[in-house]
């Protein structure tokens, strides 16, 4: 049996394949995002029969998409930095993103990597005052597109939001709210003054952390 592959008016393959095997055959090779029609001929001791009517059209998936652009850092925090991108060019509909997180261009074998399906992430539980770099990759059906050029560099700060004081109190006294609140009712009377919650602080390096411990007080 010899099937033919055809894309437009072209011939563009043509296999033989034994008697003896399976009615199927994966015809690979072909280009990405194109229409192809398919034709099989028999064959025996007299020769080759007739070709059969060429088959529908089908077509192949489209390519992955293009690399994004550079993203772009646009806000940070103590502990997060938010990155926006362009979506790239894709023959079929873009699935999702996966954003590269790294302190330096080159590591990116020990990037943190997080998935999103819009054109932005804000990337958290970062080092405060630190400096990193982000690639971007989109996926289609077909599968994922090269990463993008790196961002440029951008740094943690030392403002953090109250989502970030909340989630370092409970990290300093042991993970829950009912273990901090124990931490910070030093008296043991059931209330946790403002006096009570900056004592639980005074190691803090400056007095700029301790007014950012007693935003969460006061929220």
């Known amino acids: 049996r010899l099937p033919a592959v055809r894309q437009g008016l072209d011939v563009v ?33 007299c020769g080759w029969g007739p070709s059969t009517r060429w088959s529908a059209p089908i ?27 362009d979506p790239p060019e894709s023959e079929g509909p873009l699935l999702e993103y996966e954003v ?24 958290t539980g970062l080092a405060q005052f630190a400096s990193y770099v982000f690639r971007v990759r989109a996926r289609n059906f077909s599968g994922w597109s090269p990463w993008s050029e790196p961002s440029e560099a951008s740094g943690t700060t030392g403002l953090a939001t109250l989502d970030e004081v909340r989630d370092a109190v409970l990290r300093r006294f042991g993970g829950t709210v ?8 030093r008296n043991g009377d059931g209330f946790v003054s403002r006096d009570e919650f900056a004592a639980a602080f005074e190691d803090s390096t400056s007095s700029a952390a301790v007014e950012q411990w007693l935003r969460l007080f006061s929220a």
């Not at 393959?13 to 994966?26: E, K």
């Not at 330096?104 to 992430?121: N, W, Y």
Request: hydrophobic letters at 40%; glycine letters at 4%.
């Open 59 to 85: 077509r192949t998936a489209p390519p992955p998409p293009s690399a994004p652009l550079q993203p772009r850092p646009m806000d940070s925090t103590a502990r997060s930095i938010l990155i926006e991108w």
């Open 178 to 185: 009912s273990s901090a609140f124990r931490a910070l009712d």
């Open 100 to 123: 590269a997180c790294c302190s330096s261009v080159g590591a990116e074998a020990t990037s943190r990597r997080v998935r999103t399906k819009r054109t932005e992430s804000r990337i």
């Open 13 to 45: 393959q043509l296999r033989t394949i034994s008697a003896g095997m399976s009615l199927n055959i994966v015809v690979d090779k072909l280009s990405p995002g194109e229409a192809y029609v398919f034709a099989v001929r028999a064959k025996n001791l």
